[in-house]
């Protein structure tokens, strides 16, 4: 019989500057001490690993050092650290290989919540996945659109925002980027309204042409507005749920949503 | 080992460093005694009056031009050049101490004539000295090369400091810890007014009227008291003598014109004891100022029973900051300032400065600087020497920068002046004992990562360097990613490796 994932973790822990304190046959639990870029002694933190198939779910077996539960900080309210997205990345807990890749990222998120806390907002935001996985899967869209449009049109990805307005009864969503205006899209039929005017891409510039005659960007443009009005919209879902269901701001970060609805 | 802060090295550098200072030997100044290389882990009480003058137009003369050129800087460096000549003349014709000339500041000490009973004239004498250099650097401007007449505000403060030994490798110069050469230095300093302002323990000790509380700064000598200090004085020499004198040296020495060349990176190498006007360094840099905060307050409450602790603290927790910026920056310290170092980083090449490269390595360097500060309370406190009230304000500053010696032949003093050394100071001022700050300069040539780090405010408290390089890195900063992947390549490599890839954490909908 193949080794468990959690076997396989207490197997390698030592390599990763975790030690093994339990192993049972639902759960392990490690003490993990994140090395310092300087080598300065850090926290060490208490942690218990759950079996999910082949892949490894983690949290602290109190929550001493991190919130008990926190969206901003990628901690779900069960107290589990969500390391990555299942859906774009999964990562099943095979062999030594992959229980590396899987301690680089436990390694690397504690690491994370230090800054996080010293600064009180998380680091790297526009590198984190949306909260909850309609906004992912929107995120994904958007993402791949504004690629499409050039490297520094994918950049100032996090500069872009949407607004939703009816003109004459049809709902229409601008997408402004620094809350200027680039393209108007009609929700009803998911068409780009300014199609005829310059687009939006790194090279307009130069090429001058029109949305509609440069490559594929009439559709980019339409894909992006649109799953950037999603992906604001899911997260609101998303942090209407963590109110609906009493849970509060555990009041480390600046900017979180839970904060507002609390204060 | 190049440009990264480790906990084990320095943590054995202080331990080092404190073993050198386990033993201090704390003595009164007497007539006979030499204040030239005094000892790491010796210091003498001295009593003395400490007169600051600040030339206040300096900072007008850097910024005459649009772009900060090689023009004014060569300008601002002759006008220093001239008029410290003319001080350097004062002080050795009225026997009074330079301290240093710190770019537009000059600190001297008058320290005769000797004992507690004669601080009266002491205070008396350097009024007088403090009006002379008034009068001559009125009239040391130099109209061919339109160099400006200087304009000059005094402060003075006597009382007891402590002399110790400033900097490393034969800079022999003594440096004075003590309330009466912080106060001369704020009276000198913090306001725009011409004049000579004295403390209220000095116009005490000089037989002067006092002023209001809190009044010192604004309400300037009278004509009459600074006469009646001159007479009490009796300076052996005059303006026309020294003006003269300075008019002659000046034919017989002159001072050349300044020639600029760069520096080959990494500035650690170079040798400022070769510069001299002829042979002076220019290039785009980064200054740097850290300050210890709450220093006088310290020495203040231990300079009678815990001298020793004083020098103590003050020997580990500079040499550190110094050996960071160096060793582990690739650095040079251009002085100590107090209680205060002052330094350049520069990364590039011979030919070129590497803008947002030095921007990113200098944040490092400054939470670096902290790390080591912070690490140097904690073993200082281990070794049972009080830190309480210690701080670190640390500002920096990108732009054009100058490194070259003024003065007289054989006795240069280093100066780097520009108008980022002035910033970085102002950075570093407006700092408390845990904030860094940058420079706008610097903020808005550092990459995407630094100003996101900074904000708008550009600056932050408890930066350390594991914050700083988790910081950048999280946000893509090339400098910080590079030091902390070879940071974890041998101590975390499957870390390592996640650092390499992007880390895009997800939040499940509950």
Redesign the interface.
């Known amino acids: 019989m193949p080794p468990s994932p959690l076997e396989i973790i207490s197997g390698v822990s030592a390599?990763?500057?975790a030690q093994p304190i339990v192993l049972e046959r639902d759960h392990a639990i490690l003490d993990v001490a994140?090395?310092?870029?300087?080598?300065?002694?850090g926290p060490t933190y208490r942690l218990r690993i759950d079996e999910v198939g082949d892949a490894a779910v983690v949290r602290e077996v109190e929550p001493t050092l991190l919130p008990a539960c926190c969206?901003e900080r990628?901690i779900?309210?069960d107290g589990?650290?969500?390391?990555?997205?299942e859906e774009?990345?999964p990562l099943s807990v095979t062999d030594a290989k992959s229980a590396?890749?899987w301690?680089?990222?436990l390694?690397?998120?504690l690491?994370?919540q230090?800054?996080a806390a010293?600064?009180r907002q998380w680091?790297?935001q526009a590198?984190?996945?949306a909260?909850?996985?309609?906004a992912?899967r929107h995120q994904v869209v958007a993402e791949r659109a504004a690629s499409e449009l050039g490297p520094r049109f994918r950049k100032q990805l996090m500069r872009l925002s949407t607004r939703r307005k009816s003109v004459a009864g049809q709902p229409r969503i601008r997408l402004l980027r620094d809350g200027v205006r680039l393209v108007t899209v009609s929700e009803r039929d998911s068409r780009l309204m300014t199609k005829r005017a310059r687009c939006k891409c790194d090279d307009a510039a130069r090429l001058g042409l029109p949305a509609c005659a440069c490559g594929d960007h009439q559709a980019a443009l339409t894909n992006l507005t649109l799953a950037l009005h999603g992906w604001k919209r899911a997260e609101e879902e998303?942090y209407a749920?963590?109110t609906a269901?009493g849970?509060e701001c555990c009041g480390t970060m600046d900017y979180c949503p839970l904060r507002k609805e609390t204060a | 080992m190049g440009n990264?802060?480790?906990?084990?090295r320095a943590k054995e550098a202080i331990d080092k460093r404190f073993e050198e200072v386990k033993t201090v030997e704390i003595v009164d100044y007497k007539r006979d005694m030499s204040l030239e290389s005094i000892p790491t882990n010796k210091a003498y009480r001295v009593d003395g009056a400490h007169l600051y003058a600040d030339i206040l137009n300096m900072a007008d003369i850097l910024a005459t031009t649009e772009k900060e050129g090689e023009r004014s800087h060569r300008r601002t460096l002759r006008f220093l050049n001239l008029h410290q000549r003319a001080v350097h003349r004062i002080l050795s014709r009225c026997d009074a101490r330079r301290v240093d000339f710190h770019n537009q500041r000059l600190h001297s000490l008058v320290a005769k004539p000797y004992g507690t009973e004669e601080e009266k004239k002491r205070v008396c004498r350097a009024v007088a000295i403090g009006k002379l250099i008034i009068d001559v650097l009125a009239d040391t401007g130099d109209d061919d090369e339109d160099i400006p007449n200087a304009k000059v505000r005094i402060g003075i403060d006597s009382g007891l400091t402590l002399a110790v030994n400033n900097g490393r490798n034969g800079n022999r110069e003594p440096l004075f810890l003590g309330s009466a050469a912080n106060l001369a230095a704020k009276l000198a300093s913090n306001w725009r007014a011409e004049g000579i302002y004295l403390t209220n323990g000095a116009r005490k000790a000089a037989g002067i009227e006092q002023t209001e509380e809190g009044k010192e700064g604004t309400t300037p000598l009278t004509a009459d008291q600074i006469a009646y200090c001159q007479d009490v004085a009796k300076l052996e020499v005059g303006k026309d003598t020294i003006v003269k004198e300075w008019r002659q040296d000046n034919k017989d020495n002159p001072i050349g014109s300044f020639d600029f060349s760069r520096p080959t990176p990494p500035l650690r190498s170079l040798n400022i004891s070769v510069l001299t006007p002829g042979n002076s360094k220019r290039m785009k840099a980064m200054s740097v100022y850290a300050d210890i905060d709450g220093f006088t307050k310290y020495v203040a409450d231990n300079i009678d029973k815990k001298a020793a602790d004083v020098v103590r603290c003050f020997q580990v927790i500079r040499s550190e900051l110094d050996r960071v910026v160096s060793s582990d920056f690739g650095g040079r310290r251009i002085r100590f300032v107090g209680d205060c170092i002052h330094a350049l980083l520069m990364e590039g090449t011979a030919h070129t400065t590497y803008d947002q490269e030095t921007i990113s390595t200098a944040t490092l360097c400054a939470g670096a600087l902290r790390?080591s500060f912070d690490l140097a309370l904690e073993r200082l406190k281990a070794n049972k020497v009080g830190v309480a009230g210690l701080g670190l304000a640390i500002g920096y500053e990108f732009g054009p920068m100058t490194v070259t010696r003024l003065g007289m032949q054989g006795d240069r003093v280093r100066c780097s002046v520009s108008r980022g050394v002035l910033a970085s100071e102002d950075e570093q001022c407006r700092c408390n004992g845990v904030e860094t700050a940058i420079g706008q300069a610097a903020y808005d040539a550092g990459t995407d990562a630094v100003r996101k780090?900074f904000g708008k405010t550009r600056k932050l408290s408890?930066l350390d360097?594991?914050?700083a390089?988790?910081?950048l890195e999280?946000?893509?900063d090339k400098v910080a990613k590079d030091?902390?992947i070879a940071?974890?390549a041998v101590?975390?490599?499957?870390?390592a490796?996640?650092?390499e890839q992007?880390?895009?954490?997800?939040?499940?909908?509950?």
Request: a positive charge; glycine letters at 6%; proline letters at 10%.
């Open positions: 390599a990763h500057h994140p090395p310092a870029v300087s080598g300065a002694p969206p990628h779900n309210c589990t650290f969500c390391l990555y997205w774009a990345e590396s890749l301690f680089g990222k390694l690397v998120f690491r994370r230090r800054v010293a600064r680091p790297a590198e984190a996945r909260h909850g996985m309609r992912a998303f749920a963590y269901l849970i | 990264s802060w480790k906990y084990d790390s780090l408890g360097y594991d914050t390089v988790d910081s999280a946000e893509g030091a902390a940071a974890y101590a975390a490599p499957a870390m490796k996640a650092v992007p880390f895009r954490p997800f939040s499940e909908t509950p």
